[in-house]
């Protein structure tokens, strides 16, 4: 656990490094500021400059946490990702990266609009009707990808596994995909089956029966 900690801490300080030096750099310059600079301009001036170093300061932030979220995605495709045999939680990762991304964004500019006296309550709401209703038309495609995690978590299958299907069928694990996993059957035909009927249903797996004799 301490060398993975420890594994994972430097590829964050790696990833982050340009971020930090820009943000040390915006706090010098800061500190600068409110020592040189605050004393010998108007309070005017001074209250009008706040609102645009709160914004440097708030994008700087956003970029650190960014960052850090993609160095500990990234340690996690090299490190883990890379030794399964399933490719779900490749195809995952850049997904997780992507949402992180604009929500870190999102929040950062909630934050920044106020400064310039934009009223967010009205966005936030609007925010939250559009993703209320984007998770009703999409809940079938988030119940496979959330099932097809949970495959992933509990290993029911692995690629290259035998197993019986809920239809019945006796097929071979081609691929586990986010939203549908691919098998082959018997007859040799591609059968593809939404990962949230496999979650739901009983799988019988052969193979894990002749490794366990």
């Known amino acids: 656990m301490i060398s993975v900690s420890k594994k994972i801490s430097w590829e964050v300080a790696k990833k982050s490094f340009l971020s930090l030096i820009i943000f040390l750099l915006f706090v010098g310059s800061y500190i600068f500021y409110k020592i040189k600079i605050v004393p010998v301009i108007s309070p005017g001036l001074h209250q009008g400059l706040k609102k645009y170093i709160g914004t440097i300061f708030i994008i ?15 340690w996690y495709k090299e490190n883990v990702t890379a030794k399964t045999r ?11 990266r992507r949402t992180l991304n604009v929500i870190i964004w999102i ?11 934009v009223n967010i309550s009205a966005l936030i709401a609007a925010l939250g009707v559009g993703s209320l209703a984007i998770a009703l038309a999409a809940q079938d495609t988030i119940a496979n990808i959330i099932a097809g ?10 690629i290259g596994d035998k197993i ?12 586990i995909g986010v939203r549908r996993s691919k098998f082959l059957s018997e007859d040799k035909a591609i059968i593809i089956v939404p990962n949230l009927d496999l979650s739901k249903s009983k799988i019988i797996n052969y193979t894990y029966g002749k490794e366990r004799k």
């Open 60 to 74: 700087c932030v956003a970029l650190i946490v960014q960052m850090i979220t993609g160095a500990i995605l990234g």
């Open 86 to 96: 399933t490719k779900l939680d490749d195809k995952l990762i850049p997904i997780l």
């Open 107 to 117: 929040i950062a500019l909630l934050i920044i609009l106020p400064l310039y006296g």
């Open 149 to 158: 995690f949970l495959i992933m978590i509990d290993t029911p299958f692995t």
């Open 164 to 175: 019986k299907i809920p239809s019945g069928e006796i097929v071979k694990v081609l691929d």
